[in-house]
Structures are given as structure tokens and as C-alpha cells.
């Protein structure tokens, strides 16, 4: 299967505190996307890595790619209460013209 | 600006019946793609529509089929259906056809099939 995994399946943190989200998969890609989703609602697209790209911000969002290692890890800092969210990450496959989603980290961030 | 709309936003049928889901993209989007989401997983690719045309079908059976029209809504349809397709059915919508173009997703309709 192509479809990325992530890891932790469930994150519990307290406010303030960072939390951290992996994401591997098994063939090539041409990027990376995160996205975010509040209780079973749509999705939300926070940050995109090209396979040449190594690191990218966005505000309190750091992501990074290791194409060596097939993984990407997505990194928010200073957590909130409203980032209490699913996180999943989505790889565009050469060759394919869909994303393929993984199964999603729930993180819960405790007041 | 609105933002993807999709109807209804629930529905419960019966095993065997028919249903189509309705999808209305951003204005000045051309590409719609549809995703089913079952409880606990991760969104599953189904169709990808541009300009009109099918451009991508995930492994999903011929009883799920799509279009889209004229002014790029789209329509997602399900014959004969199974207590195994309930779940929630995402549309996004993209300016363009590529995967790198930012995806933006409806809020979804959630199917229930008793």
C-alpha cells in the first residue's frame, strides 16, 4: 500500500507544550501536504513540502522531509486548546494523480 | 468568499438504494475531486474531475460514479448501496488539476446506510 502512516495514532499534551506528528510512506513523491480536521468535519490544508525541500515554516507549523528515509515529521509549537484537531499527511505519488492520505494523528490539547 | 459547499449534509438510507451527493467548488475553480472517509481512517481517494473530464478513479467499484457540469459542480453517485459505504464523502475543489494546486475541502455529507 501507498498510503502513509502516521505515528503517533494519538498525542495528549498540555497547552503550551510542542507537539510533535511523524508521517512515513513507501515509494517516491513529488510533495507532501498536512492537513488538519476538527471532529469528522473537512479537512483543512496547513503546509505543503516539495520532495526537494527540507524544512518549511508557517507561523507556529514546522514540517520536514527526509526523502532518504521516506518520512516527514510536522512539528507545532506552543500548542493550543483549539489545536485539538486530527492531523494527517498527504503524499502526491509520481505517477498518480491523488493524494493518499494516511490514517491521521488525533492530538488532544489539554487546557 | 463562499468556500466549497456540499449537500445535504446528512443522509441515512437503506442497503440497496440509490444516493447522489451534491458538491458546489470555490468560484474559479475548474477541478473537483471526491474522497470517502470512513470512521477513524484517513480520506480515500474515489474521482477526480477537470474541465469537465475524469482525470483520476481510485479502487472503488463501478457502482460509485460522478460528473461534472458546466459550471464545475459535481455530482457523486452510489447504486445499489452497502452497509460498508457508510462514512463521510468529502469534495475539494482546486484552482487546477494537479496534485501541488491547494486542495480545499467541503465540511462533507455523512452517509449512513442501514
Known amino acids: 500500500s501507498q498510503q502513509g502512516e502516521e505515528d503517533p495514532q494519538a498525542l495528549s499534551i498540555q497547552e503550551g507544550e510542542n507537539a510533535t506528528m511523524n508521517c512515513s510512506y513507501k515509494?517516491?513523491?513529488?510533495?507532501l501536504q498536512w492537513y488538519r480536521q476538527n471532529s469528522g468535519r473537512g479537512l483543512v490544508h496547513l503546509i505543503l513540502?516539495?520532495?526537494?525541500?527540507r524544512e518549511k515554516h508557517s507561523g507556529r507549523l514546522r514540517v520536514t522531509l527526509d526523502t532518504s528515509k521516506k518520512s516527514s515529521s510536522l512539528l507545532i509549537t506552543a500548542s493550543r486548546a483549539a489545536d485539538t484537531a486530527s492531523y494527517f499527511c498527504?503524499?502526491?505519488?509520481?505517477?498518480?494523480?491523488?493524494?493518499?492520505f494516511g490514517s491521521g494523528t488525533r492530538l488532544q490539547v489539554q487546557p | 468568499d463562499a468556500g466549497v459547499t456540499q449537500s445535504p449534509t446528512h443522509l441515512i438510507k437503506t442497503r440497496g438504494q440509490q444516493v447522489t451527493l451534491r458538491c458546489s467548488p470555490i468560484?474559479?475553480?475548474?477541478?473537483v475531486s471526491w474522497y470517502q472517509q470512513v470512521l477513524g481512517q484517513g480520506p480515500q481517494f474515489i474521482f477526480q474531475?477537470?474541465?469537465?473530464?475524469?482525470?483520476g478513479r481510485g479502487n472503488f467499484p463501478d457502482r460509485f460514479s460522478a460528473r461534472q457540469f458546466p459550471n464545475y459542480s459535481s455530482e457523486l453517485n452510489v447504486n445499489a448501496l452497502l452497509l460498508g459505504d457508510s462514512a463521510l464523502y468529502l469534495c475539494?475543489?482546486?484552482?487546477?488539476?494537479?496534485?501541488?494546486?491547494?486542495?480545499?475541502f467541503g465540511p462533507g455529507t455523512r452517509l449512513t446506510v442501514l
Open positions: 474531475y477537470y474541465e469537465k473530464e475524469e482525470r
Open positions: 475539494a475543489s482546486s484552482l487546477g488539476g494537479g496534485t501541488t494546486d491547494t486542495q480545499y
Open positions: 515509494t517516491s513523491i513529488n510533495n
Open positions: 513540502i516539495r520532495s526537494n525541500e
Open positions: 468560484s474559479g475553480h475548474k477541478s
Open positions: 498527504a503524499t502526491d505519488h509520481t505517477g498518480r494523480r491523488a493524494l493518499t
